[in-house]
Nanobody, 127 residues
């Protein structure tokens, strides 16, 4: 059974940097791993995605500022999100998620694609 454990996040001033990690155990060889974020009262929003084939993609609002990456170990895979030049608008709860196969339904931005979600970690950016 795949489990996702997030760490990182916190509070930072505008222009600062934070790094998020999501440790995944039990992944097979084909998967998508993504970061979403959500602000209370608003819909969950995709941030960045990567897959076992090595592709990466970002929403326009974070492209050039955020970097998604994977580190593959023997038993665990860790998903990272390096966030630079943070803005108050980046304030949200950030979630990692995994789809345990390739072949998305519609877009990677559709949260229904994902089989497993992390518990979330808060990122707060002050002006």
């Amino acid at each position: 059974q795949v489990q996702l454990t997030e760490s990182g996040g916190g509070s930072v001033q505008s222009g600062g940097s934070l790094s998020l990690s999501c440790e995944a155990s039990g992944l097979t060889d084909a998967y998508w791993m993504v970061w979403f974020r959500q602000v209370p009262g608003k819909e969950r929003q995709g941030v960045a995605a990567t897959n076992s084939a090595g592709g990466t993609t970002y929403v326009p609002s974070v492209k050039g500022r955020f970097t998604i990456s994977l580190s593959k170990g023997n038993a665990k895979t860790t998903l990272y999100l390096q966030m630079n030049s943070l803005k108050p608008g980046d304030t949200a709860m950030y979630y990692c998620a995994a789809r345990l196969r390739l072949g998305l339904q519609n877009s990677w931005l559709d949260g229904d694609n994902y089989d497993v979600w992390g518990q979330g970690t808060q990122v707060t950016v002050s002006s």
